[in-house]
């Protein structure tokens, strides 16, 4: 019954505007995501050559059930981070999954640097090279509105697209996903500045027929209904993530002015809560999810004197009200809302952009950066020097800036601070302060992400286990995420595609596998990634974490340096077998 | 008086396409939104307004009127019945549609239309579109 898989790999160079599609059957057993782009970027990443080097390949693919099952909806990028200088691993949802999917390519690889700012118009009926140089230097939403009016498809293309801070090659730049989705964290948006891409407009008509309708549609069914009729998702479609900074405040777990705090005494103003009663005025969901998770807020702002306003739509949750608003203590939505403003029209990653304006605060404070060099004063709940530090960062005026453009870590290694520069393996922290698995977590996962192994949830679940259990619960969640990024589900519906629920899937579309053959796949994809990143630079021993991390009080108690190297020295055991 | 497809609550849309591929999946036996009757876009952009494309069930359908190979009959209570065997793939329904919201299949060679069977309504999460009975009658 089932016609052997085989994987359409769309391959674009942009030296040569040349594209070819390769038919690899070979890929199949990865079934798709980040095993299939795990795969392609070892083959083709180059560890002589520095990340922005115009040979550095992207990869985007995504999955199998993508679109066609509820809530599998994302879309992962894999290349070579500019901010870590290894492995960077993105995923974003919205309409890409789904557009990449009606193009009829289940990954596509993206080499080589044009001559002059392009934008790539992908379909099922070939690629078009297309002249960006006018969309060059203009904001991420001007270049979506410009490109609307450019590009077939209405509704069902996606337009991803860089920046200002992409263009300029800003370490943490991100890609933004039709307006409200971003791959963030690792740089992204600098690869494709250094590739002179500004965008990439996919839309397709592909035509798909099922094959196994009755049991399609009974699978489907299942899955829709525990997604829309049961609680397992409530807490995505009610408050969203931002339910999270009440929580983690009330148990000094919310990283706050630059972690030296971990509770903010203004928290209530900037809960999720309080977000939700006083400025969410929709909710929208990714193509192909029921649950719609995506939070978007008003934001409302005098521009001058006799009632002069402008409104904008803007889109929060968890992570950016710790990153722009708690990591920084701002005490206002408004103030959250200026900030998140300004990162998604520069294209900036917002936590690396939060965290690394509390880093600059908490130098200027000691005495370690000086506003001859900034420019200004940095002072926490101030929004106005932080806009102006973010426009600089990106406009790269002098030597100082070009520094601040490079990252936290790259930073504190120029000017010192390194104790307080809050980031995990040169990534910068996530909204949590719950413990050892959570800064392990993120010091070893493979993308030095929270959400590669959720160490905030095994701190808090874990709580009264020992070291070694907590480590071992980190690498088998490691590892399974591994298999769920295959099929790219959104890892918000993790509860709902366990093991059977993927397995009855798969076999509804054709592909047969069991259990066992599941986690083969995810402990293979762990070892690539991790032989890949070794290859790229990384070293257990070079980890260091700044001190702050065990000063301030964690969700579980005080923390010490001397655990956390003991779950270190656990965890490279562990991987060495 | 039978039920028509409504959009009356398009507000609550939250773009999730849900009834697409539903309409895809059980009338149209495919994984392809293009061969959904119903469409669901933006006014202009994500920051805009969600718009749904459906058929309006008209009580005297031009469709219907316009379909001189008997492959389109008008539908008790508004809308038509499609016979895709009869169907030559001529494309009049498409030019006849007041609110043309029947779109051309060009695999098929049929014009995608939409029967009122409602699927699409029963997997919209948030109830945006309806089966109602119309109004005083129109
Ligand atoms: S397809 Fe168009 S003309 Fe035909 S019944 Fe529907 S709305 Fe009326
Ligand atoms: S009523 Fe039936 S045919 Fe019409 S759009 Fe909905 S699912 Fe499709
Ligand atoms: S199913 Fe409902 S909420 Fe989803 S796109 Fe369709 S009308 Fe909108």
């Known amino acids: 019954m089932a016609t052997k898989r085989i994987i359409r790999v769309l391959d674009i ?87 990449m999917r009606m193009s009829g390519f289940q990954a596509i690889v993206i080499r080589g640097r044009a001559k002059k700012p392009v934008y790539l118009s992908i379909s099922d009926h070939g690629v078009r090279f297309k002249d960006a140089t006018a969309l060059w230097g203009l904001s991420v939403s001007e270049t979506g509105s410009i490109l609307r009016g450019l590009e077939q498809g209405r509704g069902h293309r ?35 500045g250094a590739k002179n891409l500004k965008a990439v407009v996919i839309y397709g008509e592909k035509d798909e027929p099922i094959e196994n309708l009755a049991q399609y549609n009974r699978v489907y069914k299942d899955i829709y209904d525990k997604a829309v009729t049961t609680d397992i998702m409530d807490k995505y479609h009610g408050i969203g993530t931002a339910i999270n900074v009440n929580g983690l405040n009330n148990l000094n777990g919310l990283p706050t002015k630059n972690l030296q705090q971990s509770s903010f005494e203004q928290a209530e103003a900037i809960s999720g809560e309080a977000f939700a009663e006083q400025s969410l005025i929709r ?71 939060g965290v690394l304006l509390g880093w600059v605060t908490e130098a200027f404070e000691k005495g370690i950066l000086t506003e001859e060099q900034l420019g200004v004063k940095p002072t926490f709940d101030q929004t106005e020097p932080y806009l102006e530090i973010l426009q600089q960062l990106v406009q790269q005026p002098n030597e100082f800036y070009r520094v601040l453009a490079l990252g936290s870590y790259a930073a504190a290694q120029r000017y010192g601070g390194h104790d307080f520069a809050m980031t995990l393996a040169k990534n910068e922290m996530a909204g949590y302060h719950t413990g050892y698995a959570n800064i392990l977590g993120q010091a070893v996962g493979a993308r030095h992400s929270h959400l590669d192994n959720a160490g905030y949830s095994v701190d808090q679940k874990l709580k009264d286990k020992s ?19 295959c099929l790219t589900i959104c890892l918000f519906a993790r509860e709902i595609y366990q093991v059977e629920t993927v397995l009855s899937a798969l076999d509804a579309i054709g592909i ?8 083969g796949l995810g402990e293979e994809i762990f070892k690539i990634k991790h032989n890949t990143r070794l290859r790229l630079g990384y070293d257990f021993n070079q980890l260091a974490v700044p001190k702050r991390f065990f000063e301030t009080v964690s969700v579980t108690g005080n923390l010490n340096p001397a655990t956390w190297q003991e779950m270190l020295e656990y965890y490279k055991s562990i991987i060495r077998e | 008086m039978a039920k028509i497809l409504q959009a009356k609550y398009m507000a609550k849309c939250i773009g999730c396409y849900s009834c697409m591929l539903a309409c895809a999946r059980t009338v149209r036996h495919s994984f392809s939104l293009q061969k959904s009757a119903i469409q669901i876009h933006t006014a202009g952009g994500l920051q ?91």
């Open chain 1, 13 to 99: 160079n942009l030296s040569e505007e040349k594209v070819a599609t390769h038919h690899r059957e070979d890929l199949a057993p990865f079934i798709g995501g980040i095993g299939v782009a795990s795969k392609l970027f070892a083959e083709l990443v180059d560890a002589q050559k520095d990340p922005l080097d115009p040979e550095q390949p992207i990869i985007l693919a995504n999955g199998p059930l993508s679109t066609i099952f509820p809530v599998v909806t994302k879309t992962v990028a894999v290349f070579r981070s500019p901010l870590t200088g290894e492995w960077g691993e993105s995923y974003a949802g919205m309409r890409l999954a789904l557009a």
């Open chain 1, 158 to 192: 996606s337009c991803i697209r860089i920046g200002p801070a992409g263009e300029k090659c800003v370490s943490f730049a991100n890609v933004n996903v039709d307006t409200y989705r971003h791959f963030g964290r690792l740089g992204l948006g600098a690869l494709f």
């Open chain 1, 283 to 353: 909710k929208m969901a990714c193509a192909g999810c029921p649950v719609g998770c995506i939070h978007i807020g008003l934001y409302r702002r005098e521009f001058g004197p006799g009632f002069d306003y402008e409104s904008k739509n803007l889109s929060y949750d968890h992570e950016l009200i710790f990153a722009l608003g708690s990591f920084l203590g701002m005490s206002s939505q408004e103030k959250i809302y200026a900030l998140i403003d300004a990162v998604e029209e520069l294209g900036l990653d917002a936590i690396s952009a």
């Open chain 1, 467 to 485: 070291a070694e259990e907590k480590v071992q619960a980190l690498v088998k969640e490691e590892k399974w995420r591994n298999v769920l990024n």
């Open chain 1, 512 to 519: 047969k596998s069991n259990e066992a053959e599941l986690n």
């Open chain 2, 48 to 138: 805009s307004r969600f718009l749904a494309d459906i058929c309006r069930g008209c009580l005297e359908p031009a469709c219907a009127r316009a379909c001189n190979s008997g492959a389109l009959l008008p539908r008790k209570g508004g809308g038509v019945r499609f016979i895709p065997a009869k169907c030559l793939g001529c494309r009049d329904c498409v030019e006849a549609c007041v609110v043309k919201t029947i779109r051309f299949d060009d695999t098929s060679n049929k014009p995608i239309i939409c029967i009122q069977c409602g699927s699409c309504t029963r997997y919209c999460p948030h109830q945006v579109i309806t089966m109602e009975e119309r109004e005083n009658g129109y």
